[in-house]
C-alpha cells in the first residue's frame, strides 16, 4: 500500500540523516522536503529533495582555514540531499533568502529540534518583501523563457513558472511569508477558467512521467506573460526592506555552537 511505501521512504531518509551526523561528525537541526513534494504537486517519479541545517562542533569554527559550509550527501534518481550549515543558514536569513524561509516553512518536516524551533523564532523577521519578489519573478522568468517556449511543453514547468508567480502575488497583498504548498497559493487567483485550466494541467501532470510533453495551455502561458511584467516593474520599485541587525543573529551563533558542545562525542 503506498502509506507503508511512504513510511518506509521517511525511515530511509531518516537512517540516512543520522549517518550524515555520525559520519559528519555534526548535529542535524532541522532537515525537511523541498519541492514539488513539500508543494503538493509531486509527479509519480518525483524524487526526494532533502533539505537540512546542521551545525559542527565549536573547534571546526575556530579553524583559521575557511571550512566546507555545505553537505552534499546524495544526489541520484530516488534522493537528492544536501543541507548547510549553521553559519551559512544565519548568513542567508540576513540576506533575506526566500529559498531558505521555504525551508522553513516546509509541511514536509523530517526533523525539528528545539534549538532550530528558537533559530526561526528570530530570524523569520528577517524576511524580506523585495528579495523574495526579485528571486520569485527571477524563478518564474528563467523557467518560462527556457522551458515554456515551444508547442509542447513539460507540465512541470508550468508549476515552477506559477508557483512563485503567485508567490509574489501573495506577498504583494499580505506582506508576510507564502505559503510553500502550491494549492495555498491558488486562491491568489480569482479567475474561474485560469483555475480550470491549471486544475486540468495539475490532473495531467499527477497521472504522468515529469519528461511527458503535454500542449502548451493558452491561459496558463498569458497569465504567466502578465504577471512577469508586472513583477518585473514591482521588484525594482520596491524599497530594500532587509534588516541591517547581525547583533540577533551573532548571538543565536554563539548560543547555539556552545550549549551543544557536549553534545558531539568527537
Known amino acids: 500500500m503506498e502509506w507503508r511505501f511512504l513510511l ?65 550527501w546524495q544526489l541520484d534518481e530516488v534522493f537528492d540531499m544536501n543541507g548547510w550549515d549553521l553559519k551559512k543558514t544565519l548568513i542567508q536569513f540576513h540576506k533575506g533568502n526566500a529559498t531558505l524561509f521555504e ?29 523574495a519578489l526579485y528571486h520569485y519573478y527571477g524563478t518564474a522568468n528563467s523557467t518560462f523563457k527556457q522551458y515554456l517556449q515551444e508547442d509542447k511543453v513539460w507540465y512541470k514547468k508550468y508549476i515552477y513558472a506559477l508557483r512563485p508567480l503567485l508567490a509574489c502575488r501573495f506577498i504583494e497583498y499580505n506582506h508576510t511569508i507564502p505559503p510553500v504548498c502550491f494549492e495555498n497559493l491558488l486562491p491568489c487567483i480569482s479567475s474561474k477558467p485560469l483555475l480550470n485550466e491549471i486544475e486540468t494541467m495539475l490532473a495531467v501532470k499527477a497521472a504522468s512521467d515529469e519528461k511527458d510533453l503535454n500542449p502548451q495551455l493558452p491561459m496558463i502561458q498569458q497569465y504567466i506573460q502578465q504577471e512577469l511584467v508586472r513583477y518585473k516593474q514591482l521588484s525594482k520599485a520596491m524599497e530594500d526592506d532587509r534588516m541591517a541587525d547581525w547583533k540577533t543573529l551573532d548571538d543565536i551563533f554563539v548560543k547555539i555552537v556552545t550549549s551543544l558542545e557536549t553534545s558531539f562525542t568527537c
Open 8 to 72: 518506509k521512504i521517511r525511515q530511509e531518509i531518516t537512517n540516512k540523516l543520522l549517518e550524515i551526523e555520525q559520519k559528519e561528525q555534526v548535529k542535524i537541526l532541522y532537515a525537511v522536503e523541498s519541492g514539488s513534494r513539500a508543494w503538493g504537486v509531486e509527479s509519480p517519479d518525483s524524487d526526494y529533495d532533502v533539505r537540512f541545517v546542521y551545525v559542527r562542533p565549536m573547534k571546526e569554527y575556530l579553524k583559521l582555514q575557511e571550512q566546507n559550509d555545505i553537505i552534499e
Open 103 to 131: 525551508w522553513a516553512n516546509s509541511p514536509v518536516v523530517y526533523k525539528t529540534t528545539d534549538e532550530w524551533n528558537g533559530i526561526y523564532k528570530q530570524c523569520k523577521h528577517y524576511f524580506s518583501e523585495k528579495i
